[in-house]
Nanobody, 123 residues
Framework: QVQLVESGGGLVQAGGSLRLSCAAS????????MAWFRQAPGKEREFVAA????????MYADSVKGRFTISRDKAANTLYLQLNSLRLEDTAVYYC????????????????WGQGTQVTVSS
């Protein structure tokens, strides 16, 4: 069973940048999908971005397109999320997740989750 560990969160001013990492405890199989979700206080968990491990096809939520970039280092079994032009509404706990199914924006389709890393954007 894989363990996912996120890091890189923190406090940043609006307009700033952060880079989140998600390290997997075991090798990620080619057929897997890796994704980022986020959850703000009092809100449901929402999709941010996802990528196919084998060929790096990706999808993004409309709210982050052009500002966030998902990438992966296959050799290091690590997923990244580059967050640029951060806004107050990006404040949330960010989670990485894994599924062996297909590219999906639904949290219910993902089987494994990290513990999350807090991103706080200040004015």
């Amino acid at each position: 069973q894989v363990q996912l560990v996120e890091s890189g969160g923190g406090l940043v001013q609006a307009g700033g940048s952060l880079r989140l990492s998600c390290a997997a405890s075991v090798g990620i199989s080619s057929g897997y999908i890796m994704a980022w979700f986020r959850q703000a206080p009092g809100k449901e968990r929402e999709f941010v971005a996802a990528t196919t491990w084998i060929d790096n096809r990706y999808m993004y939520a409309d709210s982050v397109k052009g500002r966030f970039t998902i990438s992966r280092d296959k050799a290091a079994n690590t997923l990244y999320l580059q967050l640029n032009s951060l806004r107050l509404e990006d404040t949330a706990v960010y989670y990485c997740a894994q599924t062996g199914r297909s590219l999906s924006t639904s949290p219910s389709q993902y089987d494994y989750w990290g513990q999350g890393t807090q991103v706080t954007v200040s004015s």
